[in-house]
């Protein structure tokens, strides 16, 4: 996803810190309904130096993505 990960040390002079790429978990089958896991970063409303303008527009623009699907439920 070319995010920062665990191990990164300095977060300033990154080029990227939030990704709109996504890790989907599903599962599925014949036994199954359809399910899928999505974890999205949560949105914040001041930038700073570890978080964008652009950091926030890529979360809030996933987050719509995502609540505009009826079958969506949002924890």
């Not at 995010?3 to 977060?11: C, D, I, K, N, W």
């Not at 810190?17 to 914040?44: A, C, M, N, T, Y």
């Not at 995502?66 to 439920?73: L, V």
């Amino acid at each position: 996803m070319g995010v920062p990960g665990p191990s990164t040390r300095e977060l300033e002079g990154l080029n990227k810190r939030f990704s709109d790429d996504i890790l989907k978990i599903e599962l599925s089958g014949s036994q199954h309904r359809h399910l899928s896991v999505v974890d999205v970063p949560g949105l914040f409303h001041n930038p700073t130096k570890y978080q964008t303008e652009e950091d926030k527009m890529i979360i809030r623009q996933l987050i719509e993505r995502y609540i505009t699907d009826k079958r969506t439920i949002i924890l």
